[in-house]
């Protein structure tokens, strides 16, 4: 009985450390926060900031891995001319000092990864409304901060430890449960024969029949196919159906390399809870990345693509498993795709 008690704890334990955490994205007020399945956290300001952006990050655990940095950019760089930011800084119009020992200060950049400059800098910015620059039109909103911290805070289970930001406690660092395990996605047959001129025109030539038996809006003069070399025995086919205005959604099958061909539809299931009504993803322009062999999609949010949802996904010799999903909500100008915050990451 003794021994069946421990074998049952330590299927517990074995569980927990496999749990993956439940990614989330949320704003408030002016500030956004993205915490993927490791409960690594990211948040900053949006929205009507003309380039000047603090981003402050923190990984989970006991140890304080923080990073705030404060970045005047965006998809457009400054103007050369553009003056350096530091001396420039304004709290509800009176000048914000950085203190060089802890800072890392270049002119249109700011960092620190000092716990303790970054408390006491969030101690002393976060009843505040915004920082500015002096003589230019930017503007750091700092409504939703202190809820933005908050929620990091609980997403990271901080609350009531010596680690919090705003709720802090007497609880020991250790308290604070560590990063979920983090899973991977091995890749298969990464150097697969490449398809010989005979495999290739008898996917083309299937991709064609396929074609007829479904309604696509896109012209067929339009309908780009792709076929890709997947494993030694597997193709990846592609087929543009439906097209917006800067969106393009394919239909996908995997399909067999030998004759007679056969295939079956490729599904990409998010495995957490996106808040849309199915965890199904529809391939938006979709593109396959030969050299890390992985099946991307961007759903951009406008034409600028400052905004939208990216993933990648990984062949495990029988159906694609996600590998990085990003999201940006914010449609500011900010950054690119491959910048984007993360909800998913794998190994």
Request: charged residues 20%; proline residues 6%; hydrophobic residues 40%.
């Amino acid at each position: 009985m003794r021994y069946r008690v421990i074998f049952i704890f330590l299927l517990s334990v074995i569980a927990a450390r496999l749990t993956w955490a439940a990614p989330a994205q949320q704003t408030f007020s002016d500030w956004q926060v993205t915490c993927n399945n490791q409960n690594f956290c990211v948040a900053r300001n949006s929205g009507e900031h003309h380039g000047l952006v603090m981003t402050l990050s923190r990984s989970a655990g006991a140890r304080t891995d923080a990073v705030l940095r404060i970045d005047l950019g965006g998809l457009t760089l400054p103007d050369a001319k553009e003056a350096d930011i530091a001396p420039r800084l304004l709290l509800e119009g009176k000048p914000l000092t950085l203190d060089a020992q802890y800072w890392q200060i270049s002119p249109w950049h700011l960092m620190t990864g000092d716990a303790a400059t970054i408390t006491s800098f969030l101690q002393t910015i976060q009843q505040a409304r915004a920082i500015t620059l002096s003589g230019g039109p930017q503007v750091l909103s700092l409504e939703g901060l202190k809820s933005a911290l908050l929620f990091i805070d609980s997403q990271q289970k901080r609350v009531g430890s010596e680690t919090a930001w705003i709720e802090k406690g007497d609880d020991p660092p250790l308290s604070v449960p560590p990063a979920p395990a983090l899973k991977g996605v091995a890749v298969i047959n990464p150097t697969p024969t490449p398809l010989s001129d005979e495999e290739r025109n008898d996917l083309l030539e299937y991709a064609n029949w396929r074609m007829n038996g479904f309604r696509c809006s896109l012209d067929p003069m339009r309908r780009e196919v792709r076929v890709t070399a997947l494993t030694d025995d597997k193709a990846l086919m592609m087929i543009g159906c439906e097209a917006g205005a800067y969106n393009t959604i394919d239909l996908a099958w995997i399909v067999s390399r030998k004759k007679p061909l056969t295939s079956r539809s490729l599904r990409l299931r998010l495995p957490f809870n996106s808040g849309a009504e199915s965890n199904d993803m529809e391939l938006m322009n979709a593109t396959f990345d030969e050299k890390s062999r992985e099946l991307v999609t961007l759903a951009k949010g406008r034409g600028l693509t400052d905004c939208g949802i990216q993933t990648r996904w990984r062949f495990d010799g029988q159906r694609f498993r996600l590998v990085r999903y990003a999201q940006e909500p914010s449609c500011d100008n900010w950054h690119g795709p491959d910048a984007w915050p993360t909800l998913w990451i794998t190994r």
